[in-house]
């Protein structure tokens, strides 16, 4: 059964750089692309990018430039930094894969992890 | 870039017919996919293509397509329904990439 956790700090200073790790059981890294997507709470959805097995990299526009995404294959983990962090990017923070052989879709989500940005 | 929109609450009765728009340039373009997200948890694909069901996914859950408006229609709405539903597609006009809509909330009256 695949799975995903996300662990990092759940709190981060204003200007400072957000770190997460996702963990993946039960799946081989070179069958999916690699999500991140976040929650600010009680709004919706944002994707924030995915990462191939490759290293390949695709992000939203609006978060490129702050953004980075990178695997390590061989801990079967990717991982997230957000740099120059404001309240604004206060958010639960998910992991998702995509099937490279499937329909499109988020197939399997991590259960998510909030973190607050704050001093 | 192209943008989705749902209306922000949906409330039926059980039994009823729950029917939960998206519109958007995108949907003309490129596929929707629908999740389900209960308080607490994370969103579960429900619709996936316009209109496929996944397996395990009850057969009152069905989609349609109709231009630039997709619809998620859930018919006979059970009160184990009501949950948040994000519709998703992709902005392909510049540089592509995943947009939501803003959600929906479902409330079974």
């Known amino acids: 059964q695949v799975q995903l956790q996300e662990s990092g700090p759940g709190l981060v200073k204003p200007s400072e750089t957000l770190s997460l790790i996702c963990t993946v059981s039960g799946a081989s890294m070179n069958t999916s692309f690699w999500n991140w997507i976040r929650q600010p709470p009680g709004k919706g959805l944002e994707w924030i990018g995915y990462i191939h097995y490759s290293g390949g990299t695709h992000y939203h526009p609006s978060l490129k430039t702050r953004v980075t995404i990178s695997v390590d294959t061989d801990k079967k983990q990717f991982s997230l930094k957000l740099t120059s962090v404001t309240p604004a990017d206060t958010a639960v923070y998910y992991c998702a894969s995509t099937s490279l052989f499937g329909e499109g879709d988020f197939d399997y989500w991590g259960q998510g992890t909030l973190v607050t940005v704050s001093s | 870039s192209y943008e989705l929109t749902q209306p922000p609450s949906v409330s039926v009765s059980p039994g009823q017919m729950a029917r939960i728009t998206c519109s958007g340039d995108?949907?003309?373009?490129?596929?929707a996919y629908w999740y389900q997200q209960k308080p607490g948890q994370a969103p579960v694909v429900v619709i996936y293509?316009?209109?496929e069901r996944p397996s395990g996914i009850p057969e009152r859950f069905s989609g349609s397509t109709s231009g630039t408006t997709v619809t998620l229609t859930i018919s006979g709405v059970q009160a184990e329904d009501e949950a948040d539903y994000h519709c998703?597609?992709?902005?392909?006009?510049?540089?592509?990439?995943?947009?939501f809509g803003g959600g929906t909330k479902l409330t079974v009256l």
């Open positions: 995108a949907l003309s373009k490129q596929h």
């Open positions: 293509k316009d209109n």
């Open positions: 998703q597609s992709a902005d392909s006009s510049g540089s592509y990439h995943v947009i």
